[in-house]
């Protein structure tokens, strides 16, 4: 699989901004990861080069096995790619040992997944000051107090997890990551088991991070509405381009984001094949 970065075109009037003027949140370069050897090998992506600059909310589409999550795993120095360079805000982190990476995640990065990851025996703050308290800083209630705010659940600091809903666990999640004002927000099927209404506010979430905290957000997804929040938005060559682009810019329309045919936002090319996909004969 490969992803490459679109020529960027102008939407609404915008002037156009150069990529050199811009800081780079996140920079990949010819990244490739392979599992197995020989004739069993899986080439999950193969060559990937992407520059995300700062302050952008990206998200890639992609069916079941199309390396999305392995990209996400890759960027975000959850795993080593077998090729290539990796950069987190111009830092090279492909020969890192584990514990820099550690290091770089707990201080730097911040994550939420589509399995809320809350620990039980902990009331919501407590999971909100996990990171920090792992990080060896000083836990400061204020720090949960005004995430929790952002997310709208003030109220709820002193309840389990267990006494909340999904959505609501969702948003301590999103909290938990946004409380050391990571440079980076990864979010994998952030909304995959969350009703429409309820994805929508955790997006909307996401999206406030970028817009009003200048957070950089990187989600994988396999649902264009989800996709629709993104100012960087792409999708698999294995996935019906048409009915997917639609989708995607009937939800943008709704949001009053512009993405047109004639002026999509940034797009990213997935160039590749699905792990599962047969190959293709030419007669």
């Known amino acids: 699989m490969r992803l490459r970065r679109g020529k960027r075109q102008k939407a609404d009037n915008r002037p156009e901004v150069s990529a050199a003027t811009v800081p780079l949140a996140v920079e990949l370069r010819d990244v490739r990861r392979q599992y197995g050897r ?88 407590q999971n909100v000051l996990m990171p920090v308290r792992l990080a060896g800083q000083r836990q400061v209630r ?69 817009d009003a905290l200048g957070a950089t957000v990187v989600q994988v997804s396999h649902d264009p509405a989800a996709a629709a929040w993104a100012t960087v938005c792409g999708s698999s060559p294995t996935a019906p381009s048409p009915t997917t682009s639609s989708a995607v810019r009937r939800s943008r329309s709704r949001h009053g984001w512009p993405c047109s045919p004639r002026a999509p936002p940034a797009p990213v090319r997935w160039r590749g094949r699905r792990r599962d996909a047969p190959q293709r004969t030419r007669p």
């Open 142 to 210: 204020r720090q949960a107090q005004a995430v929790l705010a952002q997310v709208g659940l003030a109220d709820k600091a002193k309840r389990r997890p267990g006494e909340l809903s999904g959505g609501e666990q969702q948003r301590v999640a999103v909290a938990r990551a946004l409380v050391t004002s990571p440079d980076v927000i990864f979010a994998d099927e952030p909304t995959g088991g969350l009703d429409t209404g309820t994805a929508a506010e955790v997006l909307g979430l996401l999206r406030n991070a970028v």
């Open 38 to 125: 020989g004739a069993g090998t899986v080439h999950a992506l193969a060559g990937i080069d992407l520059a995300l600059p700062r302050g952008t909310f990206t998200a890639v589409m992609g069916p079941s096995g199309s390396g999305k999550s392995t990209f996400l795993q890759c960027a975000a120095g959850l795993d080593r790619p077998t090729a290539g360079s990796v950069r987190l805000g111009g830092t090279e982190i492909t020969g890192m040992s584990q514990n820099e990476l550690t290091e770089l995640r707990r201080s730097r990065l911040g994550f939420v997944f589509q399995v809320f990851n809350l620990l039980p025996s902990l009331t919501v703050e």
